[in-house]
């Protein structure tokens, strides 16, 4: 289930995407904004999809929100006092400091939390009522999972009245810069989550940019 917040965060996302995509050389290309206005809903809506369904399956709820930035440091009272919305920031200042050459999609993080019918399993000799690092890592490789496929599929698809090359090559860029292991987005889970299944997915992320991008 996602909630009206959840709701509003994602469609930034989507506006935010759309506006990435329509910025070129200092300038906005407004006759392609709804194609990509499109492309940037199904993309951005098959992430948290794709995560929603991951965190039901493992009994965990997965809250979508907008990447923040809150611990600049190592210590323990190292936090900002209001998170900063880099999911929003970052993306707008690459693209208005590269003319829009630098299309920087990170937007989105989610923070997950064990539900009540987790408690209630086995793990092993053990019953672990919290969230592990295995799950925010089953759920960033599966959202991963979803548009490195779409962008496979998409890129072998050609039909003149829509257009799946494009399509195909900004579901892979989508899923790559959220491969970076960094902050709270989903390459950082899936690393901290497991050094293997991260090496995984960038294998199979080079699959796919191959297939994509030759």
Known sequence: MIT????????????????????????????????????????????????KITASN???????????FRRYWFYKQSYLKSPLPMGMLLPLLFAFFSGGI?????????NATALPSKVVKKYGVRRISGIMEWDDALIGFYSTLALLVLASVCSFINVASFPFAEFAKYSLYYALYNLIPFSPLD????????????IFTLV???ISALIVLL
């Open 204 to 206: 199979i992320s080079g």
């Open 58 to 68: 493992i009994d965990v709820e997965a809250e979508i929100k907008i990447w923040e």
């Open 102 to 110: 630098i299309k920087f999609m990170t937007f989105l993080q989610f």
């Open 187 to 198: 390459g950082a889970k899936i690393f901290f989550g497991s050094r293997p299944l991260y």
């Open 4 to 51: 009206k917040k959840e709701c509003i965060a994602v469609f930034l996302a989507i506006l935010l995407m759309s506006f990435l995509l329509v910025f070129n050389n200092f300038q906005l290309d407004i006759n392609h904004l709804l194609k990509f206005f499109v492309i940037s809903f199904i993309i951005v809506l098959v992430s948290v999809i794709a995560k």
